[in-house]
């Protein structure tokens, strides 16, 4: 059975950073492409950052784009998104996920096309 579990999430002032994990068991993380999500109250959950399953090719939203890195310790079965530059549209909850077979990465993620789901882990920029 996989589990999927987030953490990372905290209080932060805008211009600030985080570091959010992402540790999967019951699959080999080298094997797959993953990626984060996010997700507002009332709005539809967004493909933020995604790696390929060879870790070599990146996808990152527009809105993202030299603040954020995402990466992966396949020998920890981690996968990490560093946030950087954090700004107020920022918050949100958010999810890391492991993409089915139908998902290469490279390109704009469709929650439909992830699996498996942690269960989300809060950032919050402070006024």
């Known amino acids: 059975q996989v589990h999927v579990v987030e953490s990372g999430g905290d209080l932060v002032q805008a211009g600030g950073s985080l570091r959010l994990s992402c540790i999967v068991s019951g699959l080999n993380v080298a094997d797959y492409a993953m990626g984060w999500f996010r997700q507002v109250s009332g709005k539809e959950r967004e493909g933020v950052s995604c790696?390929?399953?060879?870790?070599?090719?990146?996808y990152y939203a527009d809105s993202v784009k030299g603040r954020f890195t995402i990466s992966r310790d396949s020998a920890r079965s981690t996968l990490y998104l560093q946030m950087n530059n954090l700004e107020p549209d920022d918050t949100a909850m958010y999810f890391c996920?492991?993409?089915?077979?139908?998902?290469?990465?490279?390109?704009?993620?469709?929650?439909?096309?992830?699996?498996?789901w942690g269960q989300g882990t809060q950032v919050t920029m402070s006024s």
């Open positions: 996920a492991i993409a089915n077979p139908v998902y290469s990465g490279g390109y704009y993620p469709l929650p439909a096309d992830f699996g498996a």
């Open positions: 790696l390929n399953w060879t870790g070599r090719t990146a």
